[in-house]
Nanobody
Framework: DVQLQASGGGLVQAGGSLRLACAAS????????VGWYRQAPGKGREAVSC????????FYKDSVKGRFTVSSDNAKNMVYLLMNNLEPSDTAIYYC???????????????????WGQGTQVTVSS
């Protein structure tokens, strides 16, 4: 079985930082795309960022560009999302997901991602 686990969430003040981690069991991230999604209370899922573990190509949602950095460590089979200068609007449950191979586009629906992990709560206080 493939299992993904997102961790690293927590409660921080606006302007603070958190680093989320995505770990996989039963699956190797290498040569695939790992994405980060979030869902705030009462809102739909939205794509945040993704990385190709083949060539480190990245994508970021406009509102997080310059604040969030996605990275992968193939040796550890881990993907990270470093979130700096957090804003209250970043409050959400964050999920990691995996799409086989590369992606041409990352949609808010996430239909292109095959495996999903349990989320981790990020709460940013003002």
């Amino acid at each position: 079985d493939v299992q993904l686990q997102a961790s690293g969430g927590g409660l921080v003040q606006a302007g603070g930082s958190l680093r989320l981690a995505c770990a996989a069991s039963g699956f190797t991230f290498r040569h695939h795309t790992v994405g980060w999604y979030r869902q705030a209370p009462g809102k739909g899922r939205e794509a945040v960022s993704c990385i190709s573990t083949t060539d480190d190509t990245t994508f970021y949602k406009d509102s997080v560009k310059g604040r969030f950095t996605v990275s992968s460590d193939n040796a550890k089979n881990m993907v990270y999302l470093l979130m700096n200068n957090l804003e209250p609007s970043d409050t959400a449950i964050y999920y990691c997901a995996v799409a086989r191979g590369g992606l041409a586009v990352m949609t808010d629906s996430g239909v292109e991602f095959e495996y999903w992990g349990q989320g981790t709560q990020v709460t940013v206080s003002s």
